[in-house]
């Protein structure tokens, strides 16, 4: 893959060390939900926050600092410090053996400012040096659940890089872990979270009774990408998003930026890759599920995974050849079905049918983080000057497959959504000029605006049309 940076630099490494928790916690086994389990959750997510000095906390050494207060955040925490086990039929507990995390200091031979502000997001330069793969430690199982790095810079900030086992926490859980050690580190004697466990409450009925369709788990032989990928991102500011907006009909005008970016970004990718027009496409989105619960409610504290990825699915030429409101309307629909009732039936179809992987073929994943305050973790140096996933891609182990929306800014400091794509070099082209057209051209000059776009059709949904070309 094309992912080359011009920023390099030296980073020394001291021995790794497990972190216990500070006080005694409890031997224990505990189970995880029947959404925690599933096939594709079990991975490890990388993360990384970039910190300037603070005259405030001169003298003091980040690792410490942040080292002390993950041993006392781990008191409450506890199953984080414990090692996954698989058990009969695949079902996942914690041995909550009190073993630790995995932690790391270093020193990087670089300063804040050398990285621009492209180098802040993924992919991240010296990424490998800067959250060490420890070998021997990189497995779902038996494993530490957590990796943690914290490499001081020669201008007095610092780098926090962790990996979270995926099937123990979805990103809103690793946030308030990393909340929890914020407020500790800055002397916080009490959380204003505190964790609860209570992973029943998103576990199978009994008897398991599914009643949504869950096509995102259909078991379809992938379709790989090749492995000539580049990279480039796409900024959505005030600017674009208000561009998008020319080409809406009335009634969606009020779509979320999430729902209208998904369906252009869907849209301008399967353009791109030049899908046959009878083929399936989808598009996997992640929900986040944790207020849909209502009886009873998910408590505040609750850190297992709730997340819903239900597929929005359309043949490419419906899609291709369709103005951008029928996108736009499949996504919402789709986003919309998720509800309590679908959340347990998630849970049951995952007991019935063996906890299932994700289906990829021609799937392209998007998560929105934007709104997890990825970038506000306090350890005493004040929030970061960046924060999020530290790699800029879903979906698979390889790029391609899936992208984060990520909070960033323009050069004249307005705040917007940064989506890092990953393409064979000739479709990046494409999808490049796709986007471009939205935010350049004239509404009644774009392609899909064409009256050779439009043609007989059939209902398809609420509002919306299956034209035929």
Same mark, same amino acid.
């Given at each position: ?30 189970? @995880? ?7 594709? @959750?079990? !991975? ?8 300037? %000095?603070?005259?405030? !906390? ?7 600092? /942040? ?55 993924? =992919?991240?330069?010296? !990424? ?23 490499? #001081? ?14 099937? !123990? ?26 964790? /609860? ?13 599914? *009643? ?41 005008? *009020? ?59 359309? +043949? ?43 289906? #990829?073929?021609?799937?392209?994943? /998007? %998560? ?14 004040? =929030? ?7 790699? &800029?891609?879903?979906? $698979?182990?390889?790029? &391609?497959?899936? *992208?984060?929306?990520?909070? %960033? ?27 471009? &057209? ?11 605006? %064409? ?5 007989? $059709?059939? +209902? ?10």
């Amino acid at each position: 893959m094309n992912n080359k940076t011009s920023l390099v630099f030296k980073v020394t490494r001291q021995a790794p060390e497990f972190i216990t928790p500070a006080q005694p916690t409890p031997y224990e086994i505990k189970q @995880l939900s029947d959404i925690d389990d599933q096939a594709g @959750l079990r !991975m490890h997510v990388p993360g990384i926050q970039f910190y300037r %000095s603070a005259p405030s !906390m001169l003298g003091a050494d980040p690792a410490k600092v /942040i080292k002390e207060a993950v041993s006392k955040a781990l008191v409450p925490f506890y199953p984080l410090a414990g090692r996954l086990r698989e058990k009969e039929g695949g079902k996942l507990v914690v041995e909550c053996t009190a073993e630790g995390v995995l932690f790391t200091e270093a020193d990087a031979e670089v300063r804040l400012d050398e990285f621009s502000e492209a180098q802040l997001h993924p =992919p991240i330069p010296c !990424m490998d040096e800067l959250l060490f793969d420890v070998p021997g430690y990189d497995g779902v199982l038996n494993s530490p659940m957590l990796l943690i790095q914290v490499t #001081r810079l020669k201008c007095g900030g610092f780098i926090l890089t962790h990996r979270i086992n995926h099937a !123990m926490s979805d990103g809103t859980g690793l946030a308030q872990f990393l909340n929890a050690v914020g407020e500790l580190a800055r002397g916080a004697e009490f959380l204003s979270v505190y964790p /609860i466990w209570k992973r029943d409450l998103v576990s199978a009925r009994d008897p398991p009774q599914v *009643s949504c369709a869950h096509r995102e788990y259909e078991q379809i032989p992938d379709i790989p990408l090749g492995d000539d990928l580049v990279h480039k991102p796409f900024f959505f500011g005030p600017t674009e998003i208000s561009a998008l907006h020319r080409f809406l009909p009335a009634h969606l005008k *009020s779509s979320s930026t999430f729902e209208i970016l998904t369906a252009v970004i869907w849209r301008s990718r399967t353009i791109a890759l030049q899908i046959q027009p009878n083929d399936e496409v989808r598009a996997r989105i992640y929900v986040n599920a944790r207020h849909k619960f209502k009886n009873p409610p998910l408590p505040s504290g609750y850190y297992g995974n709730v997340i819903a990825t239900p597929n929005v699915i359309s +043949t490419a030429g419906s899609l291709t050849r369709n103005p951008i409101g029928y996108a736009l309307e499949l996504v919402k629909t789709v986003k919309g079905q998720v509800n309590e009732e679908y959340m347990k039936s998630l849970a049951d179809f995952m007991v019935i049918n063996g906890r299932p992987r994700y289906t #990829r073929a021609h799937t392209f994943s /998007i %998560s929105d983080v934007t709104r997890l305050n990825l970038n506000l973790f306090d350890f005493g140096w004040g =929030p970061p000057v960046q924060g999020g996933p530290a790699r &800029g891609w879903l979906g $698979g182990p390889t790029p &391609g497959y899936g *992208s984060f929306y990520l909070a %960033s800014k323009n050069r004249k400091g307005e705040n917007g959504i940064l989506v890092p794509m990953y393409l064979p070099p000739i479709a990046m082209e494409r999808f490049e000029k796709e986007i471009n &057209g939205y935010l350049n051209d004239p509404v009644s000059e774009h392609p899909i605006c %064409s009256p050779r776009s439009y043609g007989s $059709g059939l +209902t398809f949904g609420v509002g919306v049309k299956e034209v035929y070309v």
